[in-house]
């Protein structure tokens, strides 16, 4: 008689790379695996480099004349029986001593037309470079690009005596002109990038259906690069509302000077003052923060996109 004995089976070892079982969840973020600690750790200290001066400009900005000349600001998480001393009169007090509400709109009469001007001046531009053929464009575009490297400072001297020859010195123009200039070539780069990301067959399908290249850039070229050309106008908005050196250069102090300039004469000649000067510092970020926001969802397609191919 014979004994029938049962096969043990040993289940089979996972494989490593296994895909997950359908219906499982995946956590947010994509693979699921925890970033390094080293990377980490480095994003979370070039945040603190970010943040930590910003809260020295908020708690300066409500401190007293006495605490803000006599301690720094971070004494105030030592002893926190300081939040008592804190005021919001700072802020009364820089818009009216220095004048704040009418440089306010001096930046805003600076600003706006040196962002839209040189976004239609680039975008023709890069219109000609992507989609038009013409004897000598692409060493035209390489010598606009690598005007990128030229520090602005260079041109000063030239600008300044050109102006004076024109008498357009402590005018809006001159800063008009200068920050369109210094601002072209990183459009005309941006644009351009983008514009090569888009699909030609639209293009000649224009051609075909008799669209000169006005039409064509108007109704079609134009929209489908809102993402870069907001990208471009958040850089062009954020250097020359914050702008200071060009400003003193090409405007100078007076009845029309922006509100950096407005600012920076809140500062005593003996270091004084510093908690006008962060109040006025804040007042004067309140536009560049409604401008990210309002344009962040374009910020980063118009980058990316523009550096795919090109």
Not at 90 to 98: R, V
Not at 114 to 120: E, S
Not at 147 to 159: C, M, Q, R, S, T
Request: aromatic fraction near 12%; include cysteine; charged fraction near 10%.
């Amino acid at each position: 008689m014979t004994t029938q004995t049962t096969p043990t089976i040993t289940p089979a070892a996972p494989r490593r790379g296994r895909p997950p079982r359908r219906g499982a969840r995946t956590p947010p973020g994509g693979s699921g695996r925890r970033s390094p600690l080293p990377v980490r750790l480095s994003v979370l200290f070039v945040c603190a480099l970010w943040i930590v001066p910003t809260l020295g400009v908020v708690v300066t900005s409500f401190r007293t004349v006495d605490a803000a000349n006599s301690t720094g600001w971070w004494t105030l998480f030592a002893h926190p029986g300081g939040l008592v001393d804190l005021t919001t009169g700072n802020y009364a007090k820089a818009i009216e001593q220095g004048d704040l509400g009418s440089a306010f709109f001096n930046s805003l009469a600076i600003t706006l037309p040196a962002v839209f001007l040189p976004i239609l001046i680039a975008a023709f531009a890069a219109y000609a470079f992507t989609f038009m053929t013409f004897k000598g464009r692409d060493v035209l575009f390489i010598v606009i690009v690598s005007l990128l490297v030229v520090p602005n400072y260079v041109a000063f001297v030239p600008l300044i005596k050109l102006y004076a020859s024109v008498h357009l010195n402590g005018t809006f123009p001159a800063a008009w002109l200068a920050h369109i200039g210094f601002g072209m070539s990183l459009a005309v780069y941006i644009l351009r990038n983008y514009m090569a990301t888009l699909p030609k067959d639209v293009v000649e399908s224009a051609k075909i259906d008799g669209a000169s290249h006005f039409q064509t850039f108007y109704r079609l070229i134009l929209p489908m690069s809102a993402p870069a050309l907001a990208s471009f106008a958040i850089f062009q908005f954020l250097w020359v509302w914050n702008d200071l050196l060009v400003a003193l250069i090409f405007v100078g102090p007076g009845d029309k000077q922006p509100i950096t300039i407005a600012t920076n004469g809140l500062l005593g000649q003996q270091g004084t003052g510093w908690e006008l000067v962060t109040a006025g510092g804040l007042f004067s970020m309140l536009v560049p923060i409604l401008v990210f926001l309002t344009l962040q969802r374009y910020f980063v397609r118009g980058l990316t996109s523009g550096a795919v191919k090109g």
